[in-house]
């Protein structure tokens, strides 16, 4: 049964994944692209947790702990260079 | 028993990171559509890992500490990351979709 409802979670969480890529693709702005790539990471981590379950392994979460910190980490990176960067920075104040 | 349950949260789970992801895609706002994705995607993720801390410990294998940690960093750090976004969104100029109706940042910064 958890097999069965694994593989179903599995195809869902894929169908999201290329939501998430068609907005980081085609999103309007640049902060579309930032907030899309860290779903992206969010969205693995959750398929790291099935998949540990469908094959019974549970030392896949030191991959799923490291993208969640640089998934963090690129996040506020990107943010502070929007907001302080040379390209971007357009009116402020 | 609890197959059942680690099947229900794992489906549940899934369905939120679905229907986050499927306002991601619809909405026509980045406010609206940070609003749709932030919360219901860490709500999702963290059914799915409490799915996994479950079936581990069922399986003899105690408590895994580095689930309990993931939960808890993502519950601290996507509503940071939500906020420094939607603040580089607002401050380089991205407008607020027709419908909205107002703007209260606009006034609270013009004030100083």
Redesign the interface.
Known sequence: ??QT??T???V??A???V??A??AITG?????R???V??IG??F??II??F??KL?Q?HY??S??II??LS?SG??A???F??KGEC?D???? | MI??L??IL??V???F??V???G??RFRD?YS??HA??KA??A??CL??M??LL??SS?G?GI?G??V??IL??FI??P???H??????Y????PLCRESVVDEFKEH?KKP
């Open positions: 049964m958890i409802v694994s179903i979670s599995l869902l969480l169908i999201s994944l939501f998430c068609y907005r309007p702005t640049m902060p579309d930032v907030i899309a860290d779903t969010t969205i981590i959750s947790g099935v540990s379950i019974n549970p979460f030191d799923a702990l969640a910190i963090f996040t506020v990107l943010g502070k929007l907001i971007f357009r009116d402020i104040d | 197959e059942i680690i099947s794992i489906l789970g899934s369905l990171v679905l986050s992801s499927i991601f895609l980045i559509r940070m994705v932030t995607t860490t999702g993720v799915t890992l799915a996994s079936y581990f399986h294998n895994n580095k689930t940690v993931i960093f993502l750090t996507a940071v990351g939500a420094v976004i939607s603040k580089a969104a401050f380089t100029g991205v910064i």
